[in-house]
């Protein structure tokens, strides 16, 4: 059974820095390229970031420079460090496996909410 379980979410003021992680379970976690997506009120899940097994990076325009994804693949775990948070990146921040860059996978996790507000 594949579980991916996000922590890490929070309040934080406009300007200010969170650090997500996703641990996994139930997949050969270093096969498998990770991504970051997520949904803020009223929008569509958006691809944030994406890690592939080799570490290569890909980014979302809108958070390049900001945010920096990476894997722990002893810990089966991936993360995303978020810096210069705006009010813009309010959203449900949802940890996925297997996807390529263009499409997620099929295993999610249960989100975690990351509210910038002063």
């Known amino acids: 059974q594949v579980q991916l379980v996000e922590s890490g979410g929070g309040l934080v003021q406009p300007g200010g820095s969170l650090r997500l992680s996703c641990a996994a379970s139930?997949?050969?976690?270093?096969?498998?390229?990770m991504g970051w997506y997520r949904q803020g009120p009223g929008k569509q899940r958006e691809l944030v970031a994406t890690?592939?097994?080799?570490?290569?990076?890909n980014y979302a325009d809108s958070v390049k420079g900001r945010f920096t994804i990476s894997r722990d693949n002893a810990k089966n775990t991936v993360y995303l460090q978020m810096n210069s948070l705006k009010s813009e990146d309010t959203a449900v921040y949802y940890c996925n496996a297997g996807g390529n860059l263009i499409l997620p996978g099929s295993w999610w996790g249960q989100g975690t909410q990351v509210t910038v507000s002063s």
């Open positions: 890690i592939g097994r080799g570490g290569t990076t």
């Open positions: 139930g997949i050969i976690f270093s096969t498998y390229l």
